[in-house]
């Protein structure tokens, strides 16, 4: 009879809880609004969370906050997110790692893939895969080659032991039956200096990352997630054979059961400031593309990437069953 009260009580809360939203929604923002970030200061998701919120307070008419919420590679701030309030107050900088990945490899917290509702992508992040500029491989397919006649001679210089950049480089290595040495870094920008320093021979990067050192002629582009007019010769991962995806984004997320007026009015927000030429120019400038994507469809897209990783990571052992 306990159980059955409590349950009760349980379901008489929630539905309370989520009239209390709805009224709320219809008066949204009336205060200030807080995004999260999962990741430190200066990196690519904290830059993409302060550019967004620097032009849609302009729209929402409220001080839109970005907190840096670290640790646990992304877990702690991912897992503070997904507990909040589903009231339109705390957001969500979401991204490959904290969306995707994260649910596959832990379960802390009860974390799964339907834990945030997406409001709508807004960018997304080029990757590339780069050697030192002096070497001989010309593109991806010429390493493969050196790498599979050479096993254990070459050194992936692994950007971090679990963001997606680094998981997706060594799905390639996996999928390619390559046999390389790995060197755990714990950023882009570290792993890209053990290339420079000849510490190792490969690495997978954003192109915030590579994108100065390859104009400068310090590192060779060997292949790139999608086409790139600066770059029009060097080949996609498609072009050269590689299936899966090379690409990373940034979308704006909200806990689950958030109401579906606010998501509305976020998601709106969100497409006209994807249109603003400040907007694209301030996200150009560290080394986004604007891709918009209304949260409906996005979702989708991220629904079928959980499917593909989840596949791949349970073959390589780091999938919690």
């Given at each position: 009879m306990k159980k059955i009260l409590g349950s009760v009580m349980a379901v008489a809360m929630a539905v309370t809880l989520s009239a209390g939203y709805k009224a709320e929604a219809k008066e949204y923002p009336v205060k200030p609004i807080t995004v999260i970030s999962p990741y430190g200061a200066g990196g690519d998701s904290d830059i993409a969370a302060r550019v967004w919120a620097e032009f849609a307070k302009q729209e929402l008419g409220q001080p839109v906050l970005v907190v840096?919420?670290?640790?646990?590679?992304?877990?702690?701030?991912?897992?503070?997110?997904?507990?909040?309030?589903?009231d339109g107050y705390t957001l969500f900088l979401g991204q490959l790692g904290p969306c995707v990945m994260l649910p596959i490899t832990t379960k802390a917290g009860g974390l799964n893939k339907d834990s945030f509702e997406m409001i709508a992508r807004f960018a997304t992040s080029n990757t590339g895969a780069v050697v030192s500029a002096d070497?001989?491989?010309?593109?991806?397919?010429?390493?493969?080659?050196?790498?599979a006649a050479n096993p254990g001679k070459y050194t992936f210089s692994s950007p971090s032991a679990t963001s997606w950049v680094a998981l997706a480089f060594k799905s390639w290595i996996y999928n390619n039956k390559l046999n390389l040495k790995n060197v755990e870094y714990v950023s882009g920008a570290e792993a890209a200096t053990s290339i420079l320093?000849?510490?190792?021979?490969?690495?997978?990067l954003f192109r915030a990352n590579f994108d100065a050192l390859v104009k400068g002629e310090?590192?060779?582009?060997?292949?790139?997630?999608?086409?790139?007019?600066?770059?029009p010769d060097v080949p996609t991962f498609a072009e050269l054979g590689?299936?899966?995806?090379?690409?990373?984004?940034?979308?704006i997320a909200a806990p689950k059961g958030v109401p579906d007026e606010i998501k509305a009015k976020l998601q709106a927000v969100t497409e006209k400031i994807s249109q603003n030429p400040e907007f694209i120019k301030a996200l150009q400038n560290v080394g986004f593309d604007i891709n918009y994507k209304d949260g409906a469809s996005f979702k989708k897209d991220v629904d079928a990437q959980y499917i593909e990783m989840q596949k791949l990571l349970q073959v390589m052992g780091l999938a919690v069953q």
């Open positions: 840096n919420k670290t640790g646990g590679g992304g877990l702690t701030g991912t897992m503070f997110a997904s507990k909040a309030r589903p070497t001989p491989w010309n593109n991806l397919k010429d390493f493969e080659k050196d790498a320093g000849k510490h190792g021979d490969i690495t997978f310090k590192l060779k582009l060997l292949a790139v997630g999608q086409k790139m007019e600066e770059y590689y299936e899966g995806n090379y690409m990373a984004w940034a979308a």
